[in-house]
Nanobody
Framework: VQLQASGGGLVRAGGSLRLSCAASGHSFRRYSVGWFRQAPGKEREFVAYLHLSGTTSYADSVKGRFTISRDNAKNTAYLQMNSLEPEDTAVYYC?????????????????WGEGTKVTVSS
């Protein structure tokens, strides 16, 4: 499966953005999806996870502010980001994997999209 993330941009603190992850190649509905981010000078970190069954999980830092979802008819996953903070500034990556994984571990994800940059100004 090929992934393409989009929707990043510049937003003020307190604002919202919705990232999209468009998938092509194989049956997207068979894949769990995740979002990771990498801030300047930091390692890539887990943000959100959506199992193909619908179960979700979030990093503590975004819980209650971010929502992961998908539209299988459109082969697209989303990350709705509300109440954005300057600390959310990062390049955001979407990932997909068909098998059971340790979803917080980026090494378990088999497919990655190019990142989309999110900048939150204070």
């Amino acid at each position: 499966v090929q992934l393409q993330a989009s929707g990043g941009g510049l937003v003020r603190a307190g604002g919202s953005l919705r990232l999209s992850c468009a998938a092509s190649g194989h049956s997207f509905r068979r894949y769990s999806v995740g979002w990771f981010r990498q801030a300047p000078g930091k390692e890539r970190e887990f943000v959100a996870y959506l199992h193909l069954s619908g179960t979700t999980s979030y990093a503590d830092s975004v819980k209650g502010r971010f929502t992961i979802s998908r539209d299988n008819a459109k082969n697209t996953a989303y990350l709705q980001m509300n109440s954005l903070e300057p600390e959310d500034t990062a390049v955001y990556y979407c990932a997909a994997q068909a098998s059971s994984i340790r979803f917080r571990d980026q090494s378990d994800w088999g497919y990655w999209g190019e990142g989309t940059k999110v900048t939150v100004s204070s």
